[in-house]
């Protein structure tokens, strides 16, 4: 999974017009997951702090201010599943979610 990610990220490296047509970037993930990290069927866990890194805009140069939409859809390990309410300040919401899913 990483190296597919990696290799959108290189073409766009190579030639930076490939992507120039798009006006944001969607990645959706479906897989078994850990704190933290998600299982890939060929490289054992890949840490999340991988994938947001390749999209960085420091490295993913063709959406640079544009959009990047990423939606994981992966069990946590034997963390329990906690729904939000939509009332909460985003900020709050964003915090508790991190500590809650992502061990930070």
Same mark, same amino acid.
């Given at each position: 999974?990483i190296n597919i990610i990696k290799n959108v990220v290189d $073409?766009?490296?190579?030639?930076? &017009? &490939?992507?120039?047509?798009?006006? =944001?970037? /969607? +990645? @959706?993930? =479906?897989? %078994? !997951?850990?704190? #933290?990290?998600?299982?890939?069927?060929?490289? #054992?866990?890949?840490?999340?702090?991988?994938?947001?890194? $390749? +999209?960085? %805009? $420091?490295?993913? =140069?063709?959406?640079? #201010?544009?959009?990047?939409? @990423? @939606? @994981? $859809?992966?069990?946590? !390990?034997?963390r329990e599943l906690f729904y939000y309410s939509v009332t909460? %300040?985003? &900020? /709050?919401?964003?915090? %508790?979610m991190l500590k809650k899913y992502f061990c930070i």
């Open positions: 999974m $073409e766009s490296i190579d030639d930076p &017009t &490939t992507y120039k047509q798009y006006d =944001m970037f /969607v +990645l @959706i993930i =479906m897989a %078994h !997951g850990r704190c #933290g990290s998600v299982a890939d069927g060929r490289y #054992g866990n890949v840490d999340l702090a991988d994938v947001y890194a $390749e +999209l960085s %805009h $420091e490295k993913f =140069m063709a959406f640079r #201010g544009k959009p990047k939409w @990423i @939606i @994981i $859809e992966a069990c946590s !390990g034997d909460l %300040h985003p &900020t /709050v919401l964003l915090s %508790h």
